[in-house]
């Protein structure tokens, strides 16, 4: 088989293995910058998203047992994000691909990639019982943290940097109106918790963890005791209960590697680079990613111009690095860590009043979550 670029993964994270059904099933996290939902209308596949999204014109920062909205339109000239999940957009990007004839091939095995410093790299992989070969002009890897293009990439041209936090997030799915016009984030000494949504029926809420915590340590009630503590409110808000129906944990780890390219190999997205959940911007600079990347190879098709597809890892790093910034921020301000000294503590809640009280500061928030404008 031959085509000019051969894209390995299927979003939300490396699922090339899986099937189409487990793809679309996956919860990730709900939250578009403007960007990505302008980038999304323009690429003609935004139309669901209007219809069923829910624009979020701020949030609330909650600590100290009060609430504090910070409001995105007059702190960003306007801006505002969308919840609507993860998991929905891949859906929406599936079937505007298929129905473009374009040809993805889901639960394939044994992927693997040659050749990157030719001017043919190749995809092998297993289909069933039969071994395919996709030529191509140039690879994207978008096959998520575990997926195998970046390790194609031999270790010394390969400059990684890490740090994993000392804890998770428990996340639930909850058949239960909405107790909030707009996400809660709460900073509380027993820990982080966050209240979000996915529609007026089923909210989305998550809770710090241990970093190796397990479904199993969490029923219901203990959920729902932690919740209330934690999202205590001096002003007499209460947490709506309801029926739980998924629960999982999520590791929190902050990762880049550098640079983007190797040969004719590209990656984006998770293969790339991990930001931890707190402010959701993983999939919004995955997005970003494609875009410069789309760009460049457009270019490459219609001029044979080489420069833009040089600088796609220079221009994507630099939002990457100001993404990994902001949520390594929001999540050093909002979690407590296992070894933080009573002094750390008091600068959290210093910080925490400085970015209710400051308009420079609050704008810093409230630019970096809505979304930098594009490149
Ligand atoms: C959601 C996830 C996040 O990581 C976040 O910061 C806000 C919302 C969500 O899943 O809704």
Same mark, same amino acid.
Request: charged share 25%; hydrophobic share 40%.
């Given at each position: 088989?031959?085509?000019?670029?051969?894209?390995?993964?299927?979003?939300?994270?490396?699922?090339?293995?899986?099937?189409?059904?487990?793809?679309?099933?996956?919860?990730?996290?709900?939250?578009?910058?403007? $960007?990505?939902?302008?980038?999304? %209308?323009?690429?003609?596949?935004?139309?669901?998203?209007?219809?069923?999204?829910?624009?979020?014109?701020?949030?609330?920062?909650?600590?100290?047992?009060?609430?504090?909205?910070?409001? /995105?339109?007059?702190?960003?000239?306007?801006?505002?994000?969308?919840?609507?999940?993860?998991?929905?957009? !891949?859906?929406?990007?599936?079937?505007?691909?298929?129905?473009?004839?374009? %040809?993805?091939?889901?639960?394939?095995?044994?992927?693997?990639?040659?050749?990157?410093?030719?001017?043919?790299?190749?995809?092998?992989?297993?289909? $069933?019982?039969?071994?395919?070969?996709?030529?191509?002009?140039?690879?994207?890897?978008?096959?998520? /943290?575990?997926?195998?293009?970046?390790?194609?990439?031999?270790?010394?041209?390969?400059?990684?940097?890490?740090?994993?936090?000392? /804890?998770?997030?428990? $996340?639930?799915?909850?058949?239960?109106?909405?107790?909030?016009?707009?996400?809660?984030?709460?900073?509380?000494?027993r820990g982080f918790a966050l209240v979000s949504t996915r529609s007026p029926q089923i909210q989305r809420l998550? =809770?710090?963890?241990?970093?190796?915590?397990?479904? %199993?340590?969490?029923?219901?009630?203990? !959920?729902?005791?932690?919740?209330?503590?934690? =999202?205590?409110?001096?002003? $007499?808000?209460?947490?709506?209960?309801?029926? !739980?129906?998924?629960?999982?944990?999520?590791?929190?780890?902050? /990762?880049?590697?550098?640079?983007?390219?190797?040969?004719?190999?590209?990656?984006?997205?998770?293969?790339?680079? !991990?930001?931890?959940?707190?402010?959701? %911007?993983?999939?919004?600079?995955?997005?970003?990613?494609?875009?410069?990347?789309?760009?460049?190879?457009?270019?490459?098709?219609?001029?044979?111009?080489?420069?833009?597809?040089?600088?796609?890892s220079a221009t994507a790093l630099r939002r990457v690095w100001r993404a990994e910034h902001f949520s390594w921020?929001?999540?050093?301000?909002?979690?407590?860590?296992?070894?933080?000294?009573?002094?750390?503590?008091?600068?959290? =809640?210093?910080?925490?009043d400085y970015v209710v009280s400051s308009r420079a500061k609050a704008q810093t928030l409230a630019e970096n979550?809505?979304?930098?404008?594009?490149?």
């Open positions: 088989m031959r085509t000019s670029v051969g894209i390995v993964g299927a979003g939300p994270a490396g699922l090339l293995p899986r099937s189409r059904q487990e793809i679309e099933a996956t919860i990730r996290a709900g939250v578009l910058e403007q $960007g990505t939902v302008d980038l999304l %209308k323009q690429s003609g596949v935004g139309s669901r998203m209007q219809r069923e999204g829910f624009v979020h014109h701020g949030i609330y920062l909650r600590f100290a047992r009060a609430s504090h909205r910070i409001d /995105f339109p007059s702190l960003t000239g306007g801006r505002a994000i969308t919840v609507y999940a993860q998991h929905e957009v !891949i859906k929406d990007l599936v079937a505007a691909r298929l129905e473009a004839q374009g %040809k993805l091939l889901f639960e394939v095995k044994d992927a693997a990639v040659y050749d990157l410093d030719t001017q043919a790299p190749k995809v092998r992989f297993r289909q $069933g019982s039969k071994i395919e070969e996709l030529e191509c002009d140039f690879i994207a890897g978008c096959d998520g /943290f575990h997926g195998i293009t970046r390790p194609s990439i031999p270790s010394r041209m390969r400059h990684e940097f890490t740090r994993v936090y000392p /804890f998770g997030w428990f $996340g639930i799915l909850v058949e239960a109106p909405s107790s909030t016009d707009e996400l809660i984030y709460a900073h509380h000494e998550y =809770l710090q963890c241990d970093p190796d915590d397990e479904v %199993k340590n969490w029923p219901d009630g203990r !959920i729902w005791e932690e919740l209330h503590a934690r =999202l205590e409110s001096a002003e $007499g808000w209460r947490l709506a209960e309801g029926r !739980i129906f998924q629960k999982s944990v999520i590791a929190m780890r902050s /990762f880049v590697v550098e640079p983007l390219r190797y040969g004719r190999l590209f990656l984006a997205g998770d293969a790339a680079h !991990i930001v931890p959940p707190t402010g959701a %911007k993983g999939l919004n600079l995955a997005a970003a990613d494609v875009r410069v990347l789309s760009k460049a190879l457009a270019s490459f098709y219609k001029t044979r111009a080489e420069q833009p597809l040089k600088n796609y921020w929001m999540t050093s301000l909002l979690h407590r860590f296992h070894d933080e000294t009573p002094f750390h503590h008091r600068l959290q =809640l210093a910080e925490l979550y809505v979304g930098l404008p594009l490149d």
